[in-house]
């Protein structure tokens, strides 16, 4: 089965699981009838897709097709790209929307072209556009109009922002060459599992200043069965690996910390595994010293992040779990548009000399503390000094817990809805920033966006009996990031679809990167490249 | 959304669609892959553009994190993004075309805790417009970036000003920075950060691991292979080739003139079992995929087995065996103390959990079941009863086994 099929019936089914209380026969046929309807709305988009490919990659050369030609619009692009390099021509087409009236196909569709021209300056436009397509007897696909580009954005750069330096800084490294050049599919087939590495596993990196020189090292998570990293930051820039020892644990890592939890001026190291929080002492920047494992309920760890909430001036640490070891014994509560089965998310207080309390139901983080938390950042939102928490939890809402003193102890109160920054979806990362330069915090918000998402979820034969409401949660699910702006009413608004296509995205961070002051957006995304290519 | 999970728990529920899922990337196949990384350039604060296609950073090797540093310390933010897909970690120095400079700022506690987590620096500039930065340790998905806090400040040339809200609120201002990147210890005047790089490199480089996996988990395989106690008088390795297979050639031409000693070689050839017994290369491919978290992918040819003389399957090989680690390994399979979880390993490292994993054949049976290979399943049984009756569950097992066979019969 290829993977258009399973994201239809995975989208169908799950709903159909949700909202479907009506047993037996009838809720049978209904299901095989969406996804058949589905199914074959997909075929088309697959060929619509390729011919749109064939017809536009024509841009890039000095004759089109007449249906091109005629619109000004499409000829201003093409002289944008036409006569580039031939190797450094990029075309991709997603199809976003398709509507089925009367036998015509009506679809949207967003075109990103890549180029370099002769004069090596580098080109890059991105645009959207609608298109009527017939099919013909014999099946394929008869195009019967095409619209003007719209929304158009167009860059142009005498070179890249950004250098790929990896090979010269890493590349003689043996620990890169023989372990860390190599992806998961790669080790997938070479550790066994029972080690504690499977293909939907994820795993962090953290920089940080492990030996006091003024540089940040890195550290590399790994899944289990394969060493994280410590490699050192050399004086000219090259990456190595040192004598430090201590710091090669073969248990799944999902995230690290550099944080000086002892407070004497060195980078200890906090690491999020299945067996707890692993605790270990920077010892003079030659080795780690293991000072403890904080027992966690769960196993499914992911974020693992450092605050002082309670600011006495020792480090607290709090970890976030997806999946709940409940979720066995429960399978109904799985909801996919509001999970409640995910894992407890923990907070241990830090109390000194590598002691720390558990504080999650003390401070009130215990509140729905069930859902599936990938990614969490501390930061004081309210600027009352001290530190907020942001939860991006998938298949549901976030979470954000305001640091209060309540009778003279602290505590959390969960306020998401209050001030706007539920953003229902699969959230997978958190930034804080200030975008605009307002004094007042916003959050980016990482997200799921997916064609095949906005294309099922938007068609009219998509979940027939269900409600709009929860037909727009779904089209949620696929709708991507989100930019909460704060206002100086403290509550925040989306900042809408321009920030929205991170694709499906992962770690998706404020950054200045061209030093003009103003906080730019980086997303890295993908999700699975498997060695079989028969992707959506 | 990571809908697999680490073998823990039943992820989506049981329902279909998370299963599917979950087979089908196990079995190769790619979801939502092939994208490529997104930048939205900040307008100032009024929109963003997507930038990607001119920023070098729009690769498509599946993304997680990002942190963030000025690694060159050239005054701008420089990018490390971990991957799924080989090279696992890729660092991109920032090249910008622009003459923008910056001020950072290293920041160091005293009343607070040392890192000055929580700290926010508002730097002011004459115009008016305030930049906020905040000492956060853990943010975006599983990434810590540096803590040092980043200002650009455009090409402005004027001394500017600084307030340091430390951890507690006690505010310190500081004034007349210029670019540069600054350490500040709480209460202290900024200080031009110095480096001071000296440690020892690790002068050992450990050699390129062997392709090939001596099992943590020892499972006993003879009733799959047919392997009688006569051919199990030595150990024997089972290696698996196919036509226009260069690698294959050659190590069927080294064994030709270099026998491995000590152990009974048995050769099988792919496209001859697709003619002839195509039950044993379903049941070659499900054994090997029952160590590892994929399903019927390609296995790269040639691949080994080397099963010891108890009828147990200790080893795996991937390309052509180095004859020495083959002799070395049938030394080591002796050994009943052998440190499996460790040596079964391509590098070394510390474990923080306690558990040592062993085999459980119950789940190698389930395996058999799963693909339907129900005579090989029952053999299988028959062959390791002794084995098998120690699991608790062997019950259902047997219950599932004939639930089976019963929906088998017309």
Known sequence: MNSRAVITIFITL??????????????KELKIKIQRNVEQSEAATEIINFYLS?????????????????INDWNNIAEMVKGSINEYRKLKVSIYEVRHNKGVIHVKTRLELKAQSQTKKHIGIITHFASSWKEQDDGSFEILSIGKPEK????????????????????SEPVFKNHLSKGLDHWLLRIESIHGIDAFINNGVALGDFNGDGLDDLYICQPGGLPNRLLMHSADGTLVSSNVTGSDYLDHTSSALFVDIDNDSDQDLCLATPSGIVLLENDQGEKLILRGTLQTDEVDCHSLTATDYDLDGNLDLFITFALGSLSAANELSFQFDDARDGGSNQLFKGNGKWSFSEATDLTGLSASNDRHSLAASWHDFDLDGDPDLYIANDYGFNQLFRNDIDNGKRTFKEIAELVGVQDRGAGMSVSWGDYNRDGLPDVYVGNMYSNA?????????????????LKKNYRRFAKGNTLLVQNKKGTFKDFGPNVSMGRWAWSSIFADINNDGWEDLLVANGYISGPVQDDL | MPLGNAGIGPGLGNSDPANQLQRMVRSGSSFSGNESHVVFLNEKGENFKDISSITGLDYDDDGRSVCMSDWDRDGDLDVWISNRNGPQIRYFRNDSPNLNKSIIISLEGKTCNRDAIGARVVLRTKDGLSQMRTVTAGSGFLSQSTKALHFGIANKEESMELDIYWPGNKIQKVGNIIPGHY??????????????????????????????????????VKSIFGLSKNDLKKPILLSMTRNDCEQCDYQLMTWKKNPPKGLTLKILNSEKLAKNNQLLLELFQITHDHFYEIIGRAIPTPVSFLISTKGNLRAIYRGVIDPKTLSEDMISIQNDNLDLRNISLPFEGIWASRSNPTARPLNFVEDLLDAGKLSAAENYIASEKNTLIQDETFQMLLERLNALKKERRP
Request: net charge positive; charged share 20%; glycine share 4%.
């Open chain 1, 14 to 27: 799950s709903c159909a699981i949700c909202c479907n209380k009506k047993k037996g026969q009838e809720e």
């Open chain 1, 54 to 70: 064939e017809l536009l990659s024509s841009l890039f050369t000095q004759s089109r097709p007449s249906i091109l030609n005629s």
């Open chain 1, 152 to 171: 158009l954005t167009h860059n142009e750069s005498p070179q890249l922002w950004f250098a790929n330096q990896t090979n010269q800084i890493l590349g």
């Open chain 1, 453 to 469: 998402g906005n294309r099922i979820t938007n068609m009219p034969d998509y979940l027939p009996k269900s409600s709009n409401a």
């Open chain 2, 183 to 220: 350490v500040i210890k709480q209460g202290s005047k900024p200080k031009s950060l110095e480096v001071n790089n000296s440690f020892e490199i690790n002068s050992t480089p450990r050699n390129k691991p062997v392709d090939r996996t001596l099992l943590a988990q020892v499972l006993p």
